[in-house]
Every structure is written in structure tokens, then in C-alpha cells.
């Protein structure tokens, strides 16, 4: 079956852009997530999605950066007014719930680079 | 609050040798345990993960771990390592209260030298 998957795979942006970051999750997956990996760090959390419940906003670094998830599927990270400390690999991740001992599936991740 | 701190960023090693990638982490509730590889220009996948039982856990491509809770570890082992291994390895910790945010370490870059 297909993966979760992320588009664009690259993306170059002007600073002070807007941009939109797609995530499809694997089918029947209810949980899904946003992280931002920088050059050489982990993974950072940005925002987390399970089912119908608000979602997790607490990672995100400040109110420029926003989530959607439509019909419990798809979803959207937008990024506005960019700046170049955006820069970086944003990954997508999804799992079959969102309890705690859920592995979770990652996309490949949306290169993001802003001039 | 759940932290998770890799001890070595960069383990060069050569092949064939044994391998441990140290990882510890912070938790004052029970916690779920994951390692998850990188490839190269690839995404994250699970290598293994503890939930209960057993504390050492078998994961895939020869890789196995072992869970301490008095020293809050859950180290990475190979015993021989292969060309292949070279990726960076993910440390993750979720807390049984925190529904399925984990938190992960900052990577530990393992390189295999012929």
C-alpha cells in the first residue's frame, strides 16, 4: 500500500512568501503529525492531528505557521511571510491512532529553502 | 515534561565491528521507547520499539536495544556492523499520558568505514 506522502519534495521561496506544504497520510490512519528537522538537529514537533479533536497547535513556533487537516485526511502546513530561519526539511508522519505506543509513519519530507 | 538526549552525535566505526548508539531520557510517567532510521535521501522508519515485557527488544536488519529504567536508557546495539548501517538514528520517547506526541533526540549520525 502507499506510503505517506508529502509535495512538494522542494521548495524555493522568496523571504516573505507564503508557502503550502501538503501532506496525504496512509489510508485509516487517524493521527497525523508535523515536525521540522534543521541541518543537524532532530526533529522538532510542530502541530498534531487525531480524528475529529482539536488539534495540537503547541509546537508550532509562532502564529505565521498554521495546520489543516480536511476530512480527517489530508494536510496543509502554511508558512506566511517567511523567513529565512525557515529553512529546513518539514516532515509529515502518520499512525493508525494517536496513542502513545503508535509508531508513527514518515513522509519524505518537503525541503524548504527561503532566500 | 519527556526529554530524550543522544549521547554521541557522530559514531564512525568500521565494518564489521559492534556498535551501540547511547540514548537516555527524561520521563517522570511510564514511557514507549522508539528507534527510527534515516537513509539517505530517505524518511524515517522504525528500527524497533519497547512497550512493555521484555527489555530487550529486536528490531530489524540485526539491530536490538535494551530498556533500564533505574538508568533511563534505552541504548542501540549491533554486533556487526555493515556498510549499509550508514544513516542516522533517531531516539524517540512518548509518555503514556501525553497521547501520541513523542518527543526525539537529535539524531546520532553512524558512519561505516570499510
Known amino acids: 500500500g502507499a506510503g505517506v506522502s508529502q509535495s512538494p519534495s522542494n521548495k524555493v521561496t522568496e523571504k516573505g512568501k507564503d508557502v503550502e506544504l501538503r501532506c496525504d497520510p496512509i489510508?485509516?490512519?487517524?493521527?497525523l503529525y508535523w515536525y521540522r528537522q534543521s541541518l543537524g538537529q532532530g526533529l522538532e514537533f510542530l502541530i498534531y492531528?487525531?480524528?475529529?479533536?482539536?488539534?495540537?497547535k503547541s509546537g508550532l513556533p509562532s502564529d505565521r505557521f498554521s495546520a489543516e487537516r480536511t476530512g480527517g485526511s489530508v494536510s496543509t502546513l502554511t508558512i506566511q511571510r517567511t523567513q529565512q530561519e525557515d529553512s529546513a526539511v518539514y516532515l509529515c508522519?502518520?499512525?493508525?491512532?494517536?496513542?502513545?505506543?503508535?509508531?508513527?509513519?514518515f513522509g519524505p519530507g518537503t525541503r524548504l529553502t527561503v532566500t | 515534561a519527556q526529554s530524550v538526549t543522544q549521547l554521541d552525535s557522530q559514531v564512525p566505526v568500521f565494518e564489521e565491528a559492534p556498535v551501540e548508539l547511547r540514548c537516555n531520557y527524561s520521563?517522570?510517567?511510564?514511557?514507549?521507547l522508539f528507534w527510527y532510521v534515516q537513509y539517505p535521501n530517505q524518511g524515517l522508519q522504525l528500527l524497533l520499539k519497547?512497550?512493555?515485557?521484555?527489555?530487550l527488544v529486536k528490531g530489524i536488519n540485526g539491530f536490538e536495544a535494551e530498556f533500564n529504567k533505574s538508568q533511563t536508557s534505552f541504548h542501540l546495539r549491533k554486533p556487526s556492523v555493515h556498510i549499509s548501517d550508514t544513516a542516522e538514528y533517531f531516539c524517540?520517547?512518548?509518555?503514556?499520558?501525553?497521547?501520541?506526541?513523542?518527543?526525539f533526540g537529535d539524531g546520532t549520525t553512524l558512519t561505516v568505514k570499510p
Open positions: 508522519a502518520s499512525s493508525f491512532s494517536g496513542g502513545p505506543s503508535y509508531e508513527q509513519y
Open positions: 489510508s485509516g490512519h487517524t493521527a
Open positions: 492531528f487525531q480524528g475529529n479533536s482539536a488539534p495540537d
Open positions: 520521563s517522570s510517567v511510564s514511557v514507549y
Open positions: 519497547y512497550l512493555s515485557g521484555s527489555t
Open positions: 524517540a520517547v512518548s509518555e503514556d499520558t501525553n497521547a501520541g506526541k513523542s518527543t
